[in-house]
């Protein structure tokens, strides 16, 4: 991962360093301080090409403590302004009196703070002048495993589940130490080890005893462990004849189960939950609601300081209308109602982690509700592990997106950070896209879209290109031929992936099943909302779902003036064009040229950009390792061919429709 250590490749820069620290002293008398000397030991040790005696000099010492005593009073005092001022996760980087600091109010801050400036080590960042002042803008970063208790990863493409059940609890592989080591470095603070989709056993005694084993690994590197709730575990695993959130007895085994987990897992951090979606149980098989459901939980685990994260990821067979607005239908009037130890946890659009969508309109809509991030890290529609793509990118634009809710700049990272509407409980989730795979992620580059969701959580407001840039440089090279072509392509790829898969608007037109690969005909998987068709909605006059007060009415779930802007074809953004608006073929575009010819046109574009991506990777071979280089190198083929194949099939599907040719710019279909 960007883990492994390299010796600083420029030779001043390395002679500056091993001139500033020429001696460490690190707090002693903990689990996590000593894993902080582990680290910077084995870091310096490759970094710096030198072991760095531990010794308490009076000048070019790195110092990593809590207590941190100063010659100079003036210092001193400002010294503990500044870390008043953090929360316990945040931390100071400081140069003083000749001296690098990094101080917290607790050893996880420490933790971070030390990962943080290894960082900027390996990045070649100078490090004279220091003063960095850090803490986490969101209090719940956490991934989210869909991971079964057989291995199996529902939409995971890296192998198998890390987590080996079967030789829990005694056996500890050392991915557990690595992955928790990984999360700490990105200030990723818990972990769902299993499925949205639940399975009841998971919260059987044999099982809580694993669960254990894991958690002890994780808690000196800072990492809670979460769970998923099934719905209907009073019946499949406690004997009960009903789920009933409000029956009492219900509630009762919810409590016993929560404190014999706590029993076991003292700071477990609670419980992420889908019900009544795609077909999980939950409260409305009893005539209950979200809100009954949740704060059922949310009492059992309250004496704990647990939290509960109710998705909000619901649509239903029986509403065929339009499936986009039913989160927002039946969330938004529970507004008020949720337990203050609950999150609803919103996915960044209002389908499905389409490879472009516009902000879920719950974001803002909600000002009484925690809303939490989830974010999906693994591709489930955006070409596998087989296809490079940085997402961090997509991360940005949703966070950067206006709702408007409170006036002009009310971005959705704000609802995130809780910063618009004064929410303390703050979070954000990302689907994992780990597995047993040697390189983690499958693609040797999903591992950048791991690492910049760990940043993002952090800190919403950072910048993609900080993100890719900081990324390479720690995981390659920090050679500029190197790093800007390449950060150049990290940025470009998810638009290109746009392009090549669901251009102006297009969403859910992979294949139904699986979804890999084009799929823009009717499917046979029965219902309405799960075959293309329903999205695109091509006909002889154009394509794309009309859901503006005309059509289905979504564009009101936004707030004035993002409503008005999505309602009015004039004015709504071309990229979400065939999201709102069904369109005419001959609609004359900003380019002035129709329709038909720019949905070919960008077809066509998102080709090209992958042969460039090809050509742009040929020259990096002086940087990368043997094997990666080839690993990439086919993958990069594979991505270019289903470039092809994606323009192809949707190009000559939706020309039954259009029944016009195609531009003359546009490489035929073979
Ligand atoms: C998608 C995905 C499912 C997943 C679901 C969810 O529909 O295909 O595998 O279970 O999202 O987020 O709950």
């Not at 301080?33 to 005696?53: F, G, R, Y």
Request: glycine share 6%; proline share 5%.
């Amino acid at each position: 991962l960007w883990l492994h250590y390299r010796t600083i490749e420029n030779k001043k820069v390395l002679k500056d360093y091993q001139q500033a620290i020429q001696s460490i002293s690190i707090q002693k008398g903990s689990e996590t301080l000593d894993i902080i000397n582990e680290e910077v030991k084995h870091a310096l040790n490759t970094m710096l090409q030198q072991k760095t005696p531990t010794a308490n000099k009076n000048s070019n010492s790195l110092i990593i403590s809590k207590s941190i005593s100063l010659k100079s009073g003036k210092n001193s005092s400002s010294l503990s302004n500044e870390l008043a001022q953090l929360t316990d996760e945040g931390y100071l980087i400081q140069s003083i009196e000749g001296n690098t600091i990094i101080t917290s109010k607790t050893d996880i801050g420490l933790l971070y703070g030390t990962f943080h400036f290894l960082r900027l080590l390996q990045t070649e960042q100078p490090i004279d002048d220091l003063s960095i002042v850090q803490s986490p803008k969101t209090q719940i970063r956490v991934l989210n495993h869909w991971d079964n208790l057989d291995r199996t990863v529902e939409r995971g493409y890296a192998g198998f589940s890390i987590w080996n059940w079967h030789t829990l609890p005694e056996y500890i592989d050392q991915r557990y130490i690595e992955y928790a080591r990984a999360n700490a470095s990105i200030g990723i603070n818990g972990t769902v080890l299993t499925n949205v989709n639940a399975n009841a056993l998971v919260l059987t005694p044999s099982y809580i005893e694993k669960v254990k084993a894991l958690a002890d690994v994780f808690r000196p590197y800072g990492l809670k462990v979460y769970l998923t709730a099934r719905f209907s575990a009073p019946m499949e695993i406690g004997g009960l004849k009903t789920a009933d959130p409000l029956n009492s007895e219900v509630q009762k085994w919810w409590q016993q189960k929560t404190d014999e987990i706590y029993r076991s897992v003292p700071d477990f951090g609670g419980f992420l939950v889908k019900a009544n979606s795609e077909g999980q149980p939950g409260p409305q098989n009893y005539g209950r609601t979200h809100v009954d459901g949740a704060n059922m939980l949310a009492k059992a685990l309250k004496p704990h300081n647990g939290i509960v994260m109710w998705r909000a990821f619901v649509y239903s067979e029986h509403d065929p209308s339009d499936r986009a607005k039913q989160a927002y239908s039946e969330f938004v009037p529970f507004d008020g109602q949720f337990a203050d130890n609950v999150l609803v946890q919103v996915k960044n659009g209002a389908i499905d982690f389409q490879p472009r969508e516009p902000f879920h309109p719950m974001f803002g809509a909600m000002p009484q509700t925690p809303l939490m991030m989830e974010f999906q890290i693994t591709q489930e529609y955006l070409g596998f592990s087989t296809h490079l793509v940085f997402l961090p990118k997509l991360f940005e634009e949703v966070l950067q997106s206006d709702t408007y809710r409170k006036g002009k700049e009310s971005i959705v990272a704000k609802v995130v950070d809780g910063t618009l509407h004064n929410k303390k409980l703050t979070g954000m989730a990302g689907v994992a896209n780990i597995g047993t795979d040697d390189n983690w992620t499958g693609h040797p580059f999903g591992q950048a879209n791991w690492y910049g969701f760990g940043r993002l959580a952090w800190d919403p407001y950072l910048s993609s290109e900080e993100i890719a840039e900081e990324w390479l440089r720690l995981t390659f090279s920090t050679n500029e031929d190197f790093v800007e072509p390449m950060k150049k392509l990290l940025i470009q790829s998810r638009e290109t992936v746009v392009k090549y898969m669901t251009p102006l608007g297009l969403h859910h037109i992979m294949d139904a099943h699986h979804h890999y690969g084009p799929g823009p005909w009717i499917s046979k998987m029965g219902r309405p909302d799960w075959t293309s068709v329903y999205y695109h909605k091509a006909d002889s006059i154009g394509i794309g779902f009309d859901r503006t007060t005309s059509g289905s009415n979504a564009t009101s779930q936004y707030a004035d003036p993002v409503a008005a802007q999505f309602n009015n074809i004039s004015n709504t953004p071309q990229k979400y064009l065939l999201w709102f608006h069904h369109v005419p073929w001959d609609y004359q575009m900003l380019n002035g040229k129709t329709l038909w010819n720019n949905l070919a046109l960008t077809y066509q574009e998102g080709v090209d950009e992958v042969e460039e991506m090809v050509s742009t990777w040929h020259k990096m071979e002086p940087y990368i390792s043997k094997l990666e280089f080839k690993e990439v190198e086919m993958l990069l083929s594979i991505q270019l061919k289903e470039a092809k194949w994606w323009k192809n099939a949707c190009m000559l599907y939706f020309q039954q429709f259009s029944d016009k040719p195609f531009p003359a710019e546009m490489e035929k279909p073979e």
